[in-house]
């Protein structure tokens, strides 16, 4: 009877609210999230892209093309679209750009996986086909790329200028990649190796709105974005002795809540006089250390700014931290937590001038190894997009510096490794032969893109790349502005190999971690389309959070 019982009866392990999709309602699930995160950015690749305009939940618009911002800013709760926003966060952290390519390429993937998967062709052979193609390919670009001379300042500026255009930088980007190139010359130094090793760290960008683009410029040494604390203060000290505080020069108050209790208004002088006392000695204490110049992360109390004036000490109160933290990079300084415990070994030294135009402090060190980009533009959302196409292209050209490697760009590079890919194909056995030709024609996705976001004809354009590819013009890729197929590199389109070797690799990593689930068990809903039916769930409807996309 009981063994009855246990045929007839399924054993329930899972809680009623959770969820589950198995097998194929899985991979199509995953497939699904994947693609339409890849839509999204897709029409921002290439020189013709097209911005979003985002909308968080406290009302704040970003306006921008970048991709991994796009993604970021994205309100997705769907958990294999996020996975897919950890490809182009990688892409970002380790080459700087390429992450709508990471992200598109990841979706032309998938998409085509899907159709091997409906010729019951198993995700493992698919999987280690995927594997196969993007080593194949991270080879192919090492023999495709060219070596440069990492000292040749108009190549560095032309892949400057290829991160730079579609992005808000395009405009001005002749003059802004020559700051771009003269800011990574100033903080590329040589290691025991003779290779190049460029620390971004001592280089630093402020923005500026009410200007143009054009106005932007490198400084050396750090700027503060703040006004004196005191009008009879010197703004100006040459030679200076700077003093970075991360202490308040205030009264120091009580740990805990106290009361003072006053009788008479002896007394009462008694605590101001007691104050001031206070005050005085800290101010004191820095005239004793010979301090000219005061950057304080923290408060000044009115009655100090009051006694550093007198004393012909310029200060300045609430600077950023990030901006401290630059400065003793470039002035020598130490930070100082403890006023007290401060001696003039934490002192820095160098020059402190006011722009009154720009109400902003320029402080240069001795040998400042820092430099700052300033940029402007007319409004927040210009220079805040400007800014994100800047820290692209400084880090493109920085692997550019660091790695010496570089591609023609405009989907050459795209179209020769499929082509040679397919080559490849034919020394592959089993299925897998399937897999490295659908990876092949995945990465033609890119000039296919360009191509469509550009308003040009993307299938005539493929026809065209692939027969110039097939006469060994490795460099013929498409010119977006007049519809040809050129020799990009000639033309200045260039992109470092290291940042195409990563997209590569991402996607590649991330399609066949997408491939490889065949199971989802959610605690809870996995759709927020609440029509669905019970048991397949989520892939019949929305996808969490994203329902709105598809």
């Known amino acids: 009877m009981s063994q009855r019982m246990q045929q007839g009866q399924p054993m329930i392990v899972m809680s009623e609210d959770s969820q589950r999709v198995k097998d194929r309602d899985a991979q199509d699930y995953n497939i699904r999230a994947a693609r339409a995160v890849a839509e999204a950015v897709r029409s ?49 952290d380790e080459a700087g750009d390429g992450t709508t390519t990471a992200v598109a390429v990841t979706g032309e993937l998938l998409k085509n996986a899907e159709d091997l998967l409906e010729q019951d062709i198993h995700p493992t052979a698919i999987i280690k086909g995927f594997h196969l193609a993007a080593e194949q390919a991270r080879e192919e670009i090492d023999d495709i790329a060219e070596e440069i001379d990492t000292d040749d300042e108009d190549l560095l500026r032309k892949t400057a200028e290829t991160s730079m255009t579609g992005k808000g930088a395009e405009v001005n980007k002749e003059h802004l990649s020559q700051l771009i ?66 202490d308040p020069i205030e009264v120091e108050e009580t740990d805990i809540d106290t009361e003072v209790s006053v009788t008479d208004p002896d007394q009462l002088q008694q605590f101001l006089d007691r104050e001031e006392k206070q005050l005085r000695e800290k101010v004191d204490h820095i005239v004793d250390l010979g301090a000219d110049v005061v950057f304080c992360q923290k408060g000044i109390d009115d009655l100090a700014q009051h006694y550093l004036a007198k004393e012909g000490i310029l200060a300045v109160r609430r600077a950023k931290k990030s901006d401290l933290e630059f400065l003793s990079e470039v002035v020598g300084a130490a930070i100082v937590s403890d006023l007290e415990s401060a001696t003039a070994e934490d002192l820095g030294h160098g020059d402190v001038t006011r722009d009154d135009e720009d109400e902003l402090f320029y402080v240069e060190g001795e040998n400042a190894h820092g430099v700052t980009l300033l940029l402007r533009g007319s409004t927040d959302h210009v220079v805040d997009e400007l800014e994100r196409g800047i820290q692209d292209a400084l880090d493109v050209v920085a692997q550019t510096v660091s790695d010496g490697r570089v591609l023609a760009g405009g989907g050459a590079i795209e179209v020769e490794l499929a082509s040679r890919l397919r080559d490849y194909a034919d020394s592959v056995s089993g299925r897998e032969q399937l897999a490295v030709e659908a990876f092949a024609d995945s990465l ?37 502005f007049t519809g040809d197929v050129e020799d990009t590199f000639d033309a200045g389109v260039v992109e470092p190999a290291h940042a195409k070797e990563q997209a590569v690799s991402s996607a590649a990593e991330a399609a066949n971690l997408v491939l490889k689930i065949d199971d989802i068990i959610s605690a809870g809903d996995l759709s927020t389309d609440k029509g669905d039916d019970e048991e397949g769930g989520a892939p019949g409807g929305g996808m969490g959070g994203m329902g709105g996309m598809m």
């Open 44 to 92: 921002t690749l290439g020189p013709k892209g097209m911005d979003k305009m985002l909308v968080d939940s406290m009302g704040s618009v970003t306006i921008t093309n970048d991709g991994v911002t796009i993604l970021q800013e994205m309100d997705i709760d769907n958990p294999t679209a996020e996975m897919i926003i950890e490809v182009a966060e990688t892409q970002e």
């Open 181 to 246: 190139v003269d800011a990574v010359r100033a903080v590329t130094v040589e290691d025991e190796d003779g290779e190049n090793v460029v620390d971004l760290e001592f280089l630093n960008i402020e923005t500026q709105t009410g200007r143009s683009a054009g106005e932007s410029d490198l400084l050396e040494g750090g700027i503060v974005d703040k006004d004196p604390v005191h009008d009879n203060m010197p703004v100006e000290a040459t030679d200076a002795d700077i003093l970075l505080l991360n």
């Open 444 to 480: 033609e996705l890119v000039p296919r893109v360009l191509a469509e976001n550009a308003g040009l004809d993307s299938i005539d354009t493929l026809v065209d790349l692939r027969a110039a590819h097939d006469e060994d013009e490795l460099r013929a890729g498409l010119n977006v």
